[in-house]
């Protein structure tokens, strides 16, 4: 029987990924002679587990000593139900919170009731330690790195744990999650279907952007895995659910030219016959050479995550992106002639951006996307600042009463808007939130991503981005009250068009 049981709340509409941290830490835990398994639940944002999952969650605890839950930020009003259901249940069961969330708000998060401990970033060698601690029922809580936990009643933060040798990490154990890949894990993408599987590469970020969030999590220190381990897992991959769509989860797997070709060389060599993306940087492609482009292309590589964030020298020099919008049009052309589909994501929601800002980022926008069709757009995104970054201690200079902690109760309530729980006007250094609200929600719409369609369902998607690109423009020319109001009456009126017409285009899929 298990020890330890870990769960993780899916969005049945979102892309199934393999909780890949959770996986990580239950592999460590096996190599360690400690039982666990996976459950990974998919529902819907208001859907209740169903009796048979009750009882069989009920017939899995009998010999646990702990239950595991990673946690973003839009899967705490699930996971705090559940581990209310838990505490109930047995009372004496260890309830340890971990992820995105809780590493932030490691203080706010172990001070509910329902939750006794928090693992904050790399939970292998924490989550290791405390799970012998609790079998041993010793509680020298103090001398484990990276936990929180409570001691008389106070919520206890000890230092920070060393890094992990991700160097040399074992291929995780994908028994514990083998069901949840063949049932689900698919992609779809220009039209087609995929068996979609994720590979850890590599973890820490060297670069300086002060809003980001891998750096908090992972740390500075830039650790990649060998190529050789990553073509054995690749190599399973294949042949255990014929997984030909791979994404690389890496925010730096191009960083190094010898590494990259090294994997290109052996991926190729290995004909493995997959399709595989990750992300890069559009500095990547000032020094990159038509020989390195063509073995990228030929081992596989077919898309690749660009971070944009914004088309105003102004705002990426203040987040220290280090990128200009040549490189990242520079970068589009390249990839658009190796037949490598570029995505580029963009923010909005920053300090001291104003219109001229959001109107050099939706200008490069619809440069990128004049490049070729096949280039997607991402966003832009409302920004949100994460406590341990740079940007949030710059914020919380001047706005620290909205930074203070809410409970999770408050976050599991929270109106959600645009994939996070905050709106442009919880934002206080935002001056014009209506604005930054109408960029976040139409401009995405701007832009048809539809290919490889029929001709008259992309003249009508083509038709849909101009209508909307109208919209847009309209409520940017002016602050006069009865501007905007009119620019979003005509907005309102594509939506409820677009949503009348949805009905007769479903089976086509927009990428954008």
């Known amino acids: 029987m298990a020890k330890v049981l870990f769960i993780y709340f899916h969005n049945k509409d979102d892309l199934q990924h393999v909780p890949i941290g959770l996986l990580y830490i239950a592999t460590y835990l096996e190599k360690n002679n400690i039982p666990v398994k996976i459950i990974n639940y998919v529902k819907n944002s208001d859907e209740d587990l169903t009796l048979e999952e009750y009882r069989a ?7 646990v000593v702990c239950v595991g839950f990673s946690v973003l930020t839009t899967q705490i009003q699930r996971s705090l139900v559940l581990s209310q259901y838990l505490k109930k249940k047995k009372s004496d069961l260890a309830i340890v919170w971990g992820g995105v969330h809780p590493t932030l708000f490691p203080e706010a998060v172990c001070a509910n009731e329902n939750v006794d401990f928090v693992v ?17 029922k010793k509680k020298n809580f103090s001398k484990i790195k990276g936990l929180v936990y409570k001691k008389n009643g106070e919520v206890v933060q000890n230092p920070p744990a060393v890094l992990l040798d991700f160097v040399n990490s074992p291929i995780p154990n994908y028994n514990l999650v083998d069901a949840f890949i063949r049932q689900h894990s698919y992609y779809y993408f220009q039209g087609k279907k995929y068996k979609f599987v994720e590979v850890h590469t590599g973890r820490g970020c060297p670069y300086r952007c002060t809003f980001c969030l891998n750096d908090i999590l992972f740390g500075k220190t830039r650790r990649s895995r060998p190529v050789e381990s990553i073509i054995e897992e690749i190599k399973l991959l294949r042949e255990r659910y014929n997984g030909t ?14 590494y990259l070709e090294n994997f ?26 038509p020989e390195l482009m063509a073995k ?26 280090d990128i200009t919008p040549k490189q990242l049009i520079r970068s589009a052309k390249i990839c658009v002639k190796y037949d490598i589909v570029p995505n580029y994501s963009f923010m909005t929601g920053f300090p001291n951006e104003d219109v001229n800002d959001i109107k050099a980022t939706l200008k490069l926008m619809r440069r990128l996307k004049s490049i070729s069709p096949f280039v997607n757009i991402t966003g832009p995104h409302l920004l949100r600042p994460y406590p341990g970054g740079k940007l949030y201690d710059e914020l919380n200079v001047n706005y620290s009463d909205f930074f203070k902690n809410k409970t999770l109760e408050q976050w599991a309530t929270t109106e959600k808007f645009s994939q996070i729980y905050m709106k442009p006007s919880d934002l206080p250094w935002i001056k014009d939130p209506k604005l930054i609200e109408v960029i976040v929600d139409y401009a995405p719409r701007m832009f048809n991503s539809l290919v490889r ?13 101009y209508a909307y690109f109208v919209g847009v423009y309209w409520f940017l020319s002016s ?19 677009k949503s009348n017409l949805k009905y007769y285009f479903k089976s086509y899929v927009n990428l954008g």
């Open 264 to 289: 290109c060389d052996t991926l190729e060599k290995e004909n493995l016959k997959i399709k595989w993306w990750t992300s890069a940087r559009a500095n990547f492609f000032d020094n990159v050479t």
């Open 453 to 465: 369609v029929p001709f008259y369902v992309k003249f009508m998607g083509d038709l849909k981005s």
């Open 245 to 258: 769509f791979i994404k690389l989860r890496d925010e730096n797997f191009f960083m190094v030219k010898s």
């Open 479 to 497: 602050k006069k009250k009865i501007v905007r109001k009119s620019a979003l009456m005509y907005l309102h009126l594509l939506d409820r068009i």
């Open 120 to 136: 904050v970033n790399e939970g292998e060698i924490p989550f290791i330690e405390l799970t012998k601690m609790l079998i041993s």
């Open 296 to 321: 990228l292309k030929k081992s596989g590589c077919f898309h690749l995550l660009i971070g944009a964030e914004s088309g105003s020298e102004k705002i990426l020099k203040q987040i220290k992106k």
């Open 57 to 63: 969650l009920d017939q899995d605890l009998d010999d």
